[in-house]
């Protein structure tokens, strides 16, 4: 069995540019909660105060949600694709261009968050998306 590792690298990236979400959305929330007075007592959650908090504290933090959500289905077909040995262009090319959606989705949900547009990187990372888990699927049958 080949492993194609190259299509790796963009679920690299995206694991990469979720951390740094991660850390951006930090920055953004704890001064947020500072200047609203909201204290984090045992078993505080983020979300139980996103009533008090200016929306665009709130932006990254679901933004970073959207990360957990449905790239946990990029992940796995990326390396189905890279087992089965894939090194296409197509499927490469896929996952870039899923990647670059998920990061110009999170730049723009952080910092202007209109819907139509977030809508259009959305559909277009979720096209990518499918096209790659069927190519996976074909491939593994």
Known sequence: MQIETAILAPAALLASWTMLVFLWLLSRRLPAFKSAGINMPAGFRGADSEAQMPAKANWLSHNYTHLMEQPTVFYP???ILALLGDGSAVSLNLAWAYV???VL????QGNVNTIPVRFGLFALGSLCLIALAVRATMQAF
Do not use: K, N
């Open 105 to 108: 989705h999170s730049l723009w």
């Open 77 to 79: 077909v990326v390396i």
């Open 100 to 102: 670059a959606s998920r």
